[in-house]
T-cell receptor, first 116, second 113 residues
Framework: GAGVSQSPSNKVTEKGKDVELRCDPI?????LYWYRQSLGQGLEFLIY????????KSGLPSDRFSAERTGGSVSTLTIQRTQQEDSAVYLC??????????????FGEGSRLTVL | GDSVTQMEGPVTLSEEAFLTINCTYT??????LFWYVQYPGEGLQLLLK?????DKGSNKGFEATYRKETTSFHLEKGSVQVSDSAVYFC????????????FGRGTSLIVHP
């Protein structure tokens, strides 16, 4: 597709269950970012990928959170043993990080996670 | 490290009023500056950008000028519409430093008919 695609768009889960959120970036974009947006809050940086490697994982809130990216394309954010405070919208963005890129991010519409 | 500070919201205006949302930044390098907009229920999308000092970004009637001397990038619109109601995020990206863009906390704009 032409834009960043995220799935699922909505996920309701029970406390203690694991969830996987998927991001399909724009083709050719080498950088991929995950952010979290809680109700009424700004953007919380989680993790950044350059290709398949993650130079910066400093934003992951706990060891229950992990992410991977394969083939320099699709990324999966996994939250294990979900807690109610994990409820938020998880936003994925991609970017070119080469040449004349100005650092603009292209965002998906987000995955809304609700933990009951 | 880099940081972005933008005015607290919500900003509530009547239709056709003048809008200013203040944004200031600190950066060690020479960043590009951005305004993103998030309409209800949607992801963020780029509204406008400026890549060097004194550049003016503009789109959909919105403008912002990159002011290096005051480290500011204030967003303005001469006449807002109800459809401009959204959350606005100021951001910077310094490709000679970290590749991780820095965002402000967002300012909610509510425009009444």
């Amino acid at each position: 597709g032409a834009g960043v695609s995220q799935s699922p768009s909505n996920k309701v889960t029970e406390k203690g269950k694991d969830v996987e959120l998927r991001c399909d970036p724009i083709s050719g974009h080498t950088a991929l970012y995950w952010y979290r947006q809680s109700l009424g809050q700004g953007l919380e940086f989680l993790i950044y990928f350059q290709g398949n490697s993650a130079p910066d994982k400093s934003g992951l809130p706990s060891d229950r959170f992990s992410a991977e990216r394969t083939g320099g394309s699709v990324s999966t954010l996994t939250i294990q043993r979900t807690q109610q405070e994990d409820s938020a919208v998880y936003l994925c963005a991609s970017s070119l990080v080469e040449g004349m890129n100005t650092g603009e991010l292209f965002f998906g519409e987000g995955s809304r996670l609700t933990v009951l | 490290g880099d940081s972005v500070t933008q005015m607290e919201g919500p900003v509530t205006l009547s239709e056709e009023a003048f809008l200013t949302i203040n944004c200031t930044y600190t950066a060690t390098g020479y960043p590009s500056l951005f305004w993103y907009v998030q309409y209800p229920g949607e992801g963020l999308q780029l509204l406008l950008k400026a890549t060097k000092a004194d550049d003016k970004g503009s789109n959909k009637g919105f403008e912002a000028t990159y002011r290096k001397e005051t480290t500011s990038f204030h967003l303005e619109k001469g006449s807002v519409q109800v459809s401009d109601s959204a959350v606005y995020f100021c951001a910077l990206s310094d490709l000679r430093g970290s590749y991780i863009p820095t965002f402000g906390r967002g300012t909610s704009l509510i425009v009444h008919p």
